[in-house]
Nanobody
Framework: QVQLVESGGGLVQPGGSLRLSCAAS????????MGWYRQAPGKQRELVAVITSGGSTNVADSVKGRFSISRDNAENTVYLQMNSLKPEDTAVYYC????????????????WGQGTQVTVSS
C-alpha cells in the first residue's frame, strides 16, 4: 500500500521561508510524477508545483520565482522550498504521487498525503 507522509508545515511571518518534505513508502519501484497542491479555506485545490522522475517541472505562476520543487528518486521524496512567503500562501499543502509502480509491478495512480498546514501571518 502506497503512503505519502508530509512534514515541514507551520507558522511563518511574511517574507519568511519554509521547506516541505513528502516521503512515499510502500515497496515502490518508481514514481512518474510527484508534486504539491494547496487548498485555502473556501477555495478549490490548486497546483503549486510538480516534478517528473526526469526532473522536468511545472510551477504555478503565483509562486514562480519564490517556490522551487525538487525530488530524490532514490528516497521517493519530494521537496518544496518556499521563500518570500505571503499571507495568500496560507493553505493546507498536499503531496501527490502519480503513476506509482511497485516492486510487484502493480501500477497505481493519484495518491495523496494527509496535508500539512502552512500559515503566513505576522
Amino acid at each position: 500500500q502506497v503512503q505519502l507522509v508530509e512534514s515541514g508545515g507551520g507558522l511563518v511571518q511574511p517574507g519568511g521561508s519554509l521547506r516541505l518534505s513528502c516521503a512515499a513508502s510502500g515497496s515502490i519501484f518508481s514514481i512518474d510524477t510527484m508534486g504539491w497542491y494547496r487548498q485555502a479555506p473556501g477555495k478549490q485545490r490548486e497546483l503549486v508545483a510538480v516534478i517528473t522522475s526526469g526532473g522536468s517541472t511545472n510551477v504555478a505562476d503565483s509562486v514562480k520565482g519564490r517556490f522551487s520543487i525538487s525530488r530524490d528518486n532514490a528516497e521517493n521524496t519530494v521537496y518544496l522550498q518556499m521563500n518570500s512567503l505571503k499571507p495568500e500562501d496560507t493553505a493546507v499543502y498536499y503531496c501527490n504521487a502519480d503513476r506509482v509502480v511497485t516492486i510487484t509491478r502493480f501500477v497505481g495512480y493519484d495518491y495523496w498525503g494527509q496535508g500539512t498546514q502552512v500559515t503566513v501571518s505576522s
